[in-house]
């Protein structure tokens, strides 16, 4: 008879409960209850060149937090990555988050699903005065909206992830293009400190270049004005496009380099002295003359010594220092051409499949690394990389160690890309060819930046 009544002041306590709360069975809408435990749910999240334990501190933390989810996370190399997400993807049995460079974005547009307005997550809870139960509850909450979007990062953010009024994906770092400079080269040379500008540029790579009686190049002053074998050519140029004043695309992303905007009353086209200076690097004939299409790639030449300088982004920091210890090197903004700084951001995105189970779960996770501070200061001091939250700016400043990152910081909000076209390699070996029939003269300038203008927007 005792044991009756226990288990009927049981039922009653959980009943009065479950009304009072509003809570019913079955499904379960923001701030419902039922009883048991969660479902557990598993998340798959793939990416690139991260090692897991870069983010081990922040899967623990998350699953603390969440006991019912358990996260998979699977590392591909780069030559492999596209291939095996695309046929999984379309097998249905693709992750259900995973990274994509910023440039891919519109190309991957239909495979995601977007950040939706509010979530549902669960959590269990212990409740009972005489013998205590586990119950689910669900918890709707708000996410992120646009003016979140551009209050917690840079404005290229906003500009690459939001497609129709809804967010894509969300950034753990943000990197940019810098100046790598070999410190014993410009101390032999006598050059105090590295260039700000591209005309202190110029005269330092005439100095530091280093030829034979025959003219050739024995050491060069800067990797830099051929198309194949400097890393991230295209990028490079387009910050000089972008530096010179001319307008990458219009209002709706097609590309229009071949213009000068319309309060540019000078001669010539601002593209095309862009594309010109890049190249008179490589060019002979030019007084700046330090590198050609035999040189090695320009990483591998700036780690062996035989450049000074290197156009390149933080991600190259670690190869350094694993491939050339002891190479002194150092880092500076990247050179300027007005008082108005204008930088290059170059930067991968994570983002839920639309084909995910779980996709509540999914973005909860997303934001949970990238969206919260706290949480992702644990994935930057791990992976030491440059911050793309503008809350965590001054708090990476402030960190030991990372004086090597401090250019990229610097650089974040003034950090600009524009290729939105839905096949970023076609665009770019688009661009590759450009540089390189410019170099070789194929036809005048302004002809080839048109072709290529034309060519890029058919990819759009």
Request: neutral net charge.
């Amino acid at each position: 008879m005792l044991n009756s009544n226990k288990k009927l002041l049981t039922t009653l306590l959980v009943f009065a409960f479950l009304t009072t709360t509003g809570a019913r069975c079955g499904t379960l809408p923001g701030g419902a209850i039922k009883e048991g435990k969660p479902d557990p749910v598993t998340l798959n999240y793939w990416k690139v060149y991260d090692e897991k334990s870069n983010f081990s501190d922040l899967l623990n933390l998350y699953q603390k937090q969440n006991p019912h989810v358990s996260i998979n996370y699977k590392t591909f190399t780069a030559a492999e990555y596209e291939n095996e997400l695309i046929n999984a993807l379309a097998e249905d049995r693709g992750p259900d988050i995973f990274s994509i460079p910023t440039t891919w974005m519109q190309k991957y547009a239909p495979k995601i699903e977007p950040l939706p307005d509010k979530i549902t997550t669960y959590s269990a809870f212990e409740s009972g005065t005489i013998q205590k139960n586990t119950y689910t509850k669900a918890n709707t909450k708000n996410t992120l909206t646009l003016r979140n979007i551009k209050e917690l990062y840079p404005d290229v953010v906003y500009d690459n992830q939001v497609i129709n009024n809804k967010i894509y994906g969300l950034p753990l770092s943000l990197d940019t293009l810098a100046l790598f400079y070999n410190r014993d080269l410009l101390n032999n040379a006598g050059i105090t400190a590295p260039p700000t500008t591209w005309d202190e540029f110029v005269a330092q790579v005439g100095r530091l270049t280093k030829k034979d009686a025959d003219g050739n190049i024995i050491s060069a002053g800067a990797a830099l004005g051929t198309a194949y074998n400097v890393n991230r050519a295209t990028d490079i140029l387009s910050l000089l496009i972008m530096q010179s004043g001319a307008p990458m695309t219009d209002s709706r992303g097609n590309a229009i380099f071949n213009k000068n905007p319309a309060s540019y009353s000078g001669q010539g086209l601002l593209s095309a002295s862009a594309l010109n200076f890049y190249n008179s690097f490589a060019s002979p004939s030019t007084e700046v003359y330090t590198w050609d299409n035999e040189m090695t790639n320009s990483l591998q030449a700036f780690m062996e010594s035989r450049t000074a300088f290197y156009l390149g982004y933080a991600y190259d920091i670690p190869v350094i220092k694993t491939q050339a210890p002891k190479l002194n090197f150092d880092i500076a903004p990247i050179p300027q051409q007005s008082s108005t700084p204008i930088n290059f951001a170059n930067y991968w995105v994570e983002t839920v499949s639309k084909k995910s189970k779980h996709l509540n779960e999914a973005w909860d996770f997303v934001m949970f690394m990238a969206a919260n501070a706290d949480n992702n200061k644990l994935y930057i001091t791990k992976a030491q990389k440059p911050v793309a939250l503008k809350p965590l700016i001054d708090w990476q400043k402030e960190q030991k160690g990372v004086n090597l990152l401090m250019p990229f910081v610097d650089q974040i909000l003034t950090a600009k890309s524009w290729y939105k076209g839905k096949d970023a390699p076609a665009a770019e070996n688009i661009l590759k060819t450009l540089i390189n029939n410019n170099l070789l003269g194929v036809d005048k300038t302004e002809k080839l930046i048109s072709n290529a203008v034309t060519q890029i927007n058919q990819t759009m």
